[in-house]
């Protein structure tokens, strides 16, 4: 027994420092694509990591605790137009503000991108703790049109309240601050988190709600407070996520391609095809959609087909990435790693094997 | 505290039902039920399907509200609290339809129920305000847990204190497997054990032998009164087959249509015409056998 746990002690470090030497490794990486990659290239590397951010933290709820909601790019709105409010300096603000002037708090403000980032995941979370009560009052199929119903009641607000958010003009000419570095930090904040979470005693908790919330309510535990704290959580994250993304874009607005539901569904897409539940397949999910999302593109230019000119069909690339998704969810019911997680112990599992079939 | 040394201190009652009724609509599914348990003893509920033994486990565990009447726990009135509070105040139970953690392992589902030790404030307060020990020990868990700020060493006791109970009952080989790929009868164990861990001194079993052999059945109920003794614990066991209960129970209790028909030892119950009456009333003719 005490062996046992001292093997185990030395397994957890190993694995740190193997997990750190990892994290080493993808930053060389990213240095030598910072430097490799032309500014077309840096850009898709960088909303590789705000769509990890984005599916890890939908993943958190949806996957985790098991609660199918629907509000993410709600969160997602929220983070960017409060961030992109405190980096734009106020005189391009009073360039901006056309219609109608800033309010004056609004016109004022001004930090740097980091204390932005922070406040637009704190203004998310508190939004998911308002909205939270009510809807995770909810379950089931209530929850998530519930959730999708707050989520496009925030969108509208951004349409409507005129002198904080600029209305249907949009907020232009936020600098563009998000590189790989931020980005990809954030993106390692987020996974640190909510991994140290999951491992310990809450995300049991989450995980044992998800798996029969009748029996974690008789287990002790509040099923409604758990929920909620997953919520806020991810709510943050998404927040965050949105403070990369309206730096990433430069440009954002309340159209309903920009933040509407079909950004919920993209997460979706990413989290489902990785494997609800699964950190790794989150990550992995959100990588892999948005390398589709810009390979896919060239469905999308004039092509010549026996003999003859065709002209280029727009949103063809979408077509072509549902196909692609469904044919991945039949032959993988469960998405790419359904809910198992890439662990250091996986890996040596998969060496040996490849070992010992090489050596046969 | 004087009047202990008399020898009766095994009859106070640790949970009081006092005239208790729940109705679903029209139903009436449990009426006027007005008993108690004694401190250490295991009391049996009987009664043919439908009589409402299951509902009564729901309005003390706090699923349901009654339409009527107080439920004491321990020196406490339960009645308006939630099922994790009431949890929390220390009664566990087992579901008749097993309810595990199917995808976690054994081991994590021991672990699920230790976690309102570290979380469960709201049902620490109860306990406060009547003046007992609060449970929770150590504040703002979450944020340890999360940043791993003494919190490791939490962890690591925790998983001792579940692997030595997952021993006690036998389970600990088994501890890495998932819940769900368990044969029935261990998952009826293991679900014993999780609300073990949730350290009870109320434990309510619903139906723990359903679905077993006659020689499991006997088995388990040897294991209800070892648990009851190592873990000092008042147990309330619902069953609907009478034969396994005779061995194992002190006191019976028979319910019929909501009501409670008859109340006494085994021995009472068995020779009572009211309860042959009601068991061959609802085919249960195995009884005579
Ligand atoms: N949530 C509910 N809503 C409506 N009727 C219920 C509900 N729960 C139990 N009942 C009814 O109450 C009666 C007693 O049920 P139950 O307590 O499960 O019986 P037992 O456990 O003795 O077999 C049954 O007629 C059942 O249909
Ligand atoms: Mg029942």
Redesign the interface.
Known sequence: MVTA?RTMKEKTRRDLTLTVLFVIFVAILLQVANVKFDSYQKQVLSLMAIYGIMAVSLNLVNGITGVFSLGHAGFILLGAYTSALLTIPPEQKAMIFIIEPAHPFIANLHTDFFTATIVAGGISALGAFIIGFPVLRLSGDYLAIASLGFSEVLRILALNLQSITNGSLGLKGIPNHTNIWWSWGWLLVTVL?IV??VK???G??L??IR??P??????????F??TL?SFVISAFFAGVSGSLYAHWLTTIDPRITTFGPVLTYYVLIMVVLGGLGSVSGSIIGAILFAFLMEWLRMFEQPFTLFGRQYPAIQGMRMLVLSVLFVVTMIVWKRGLFG?AEITWDGIRKLMKKFRRSGSR | MIRNTQGKSERNPILKLEHVTMRFGGLTAVDDFDNVAYEGEILGIIGPNGAGKTTVFNVITGIYFPTSGRIIFDGIDITPYKPHQITHLGVARTFQNIRLFGDLSVLDNVLVAQHHLLSTRDADKILVRHGKEPKVKGHLWFWRAVFKIGYREKERQMIEEAMNLLRKVQLDHLAYEKASSLPYGQQRKLEIARALATEPKLLLLDEPAAGMNPKESEELMEFIKYIRDEFKLTVILIEHDMKVVMGVCERIIVMDSGKIIAEGTPQEISRNPRVIEAYLGKEWEHVNT
């Open positions: 746990m988190f140290s979470l310990s005693s809450y049991r908790a995980l044992a798996e029969n009748i029996a974690a309510e008789a287990m002790g535990i509040n099923v407070k758990h704290l809910r």
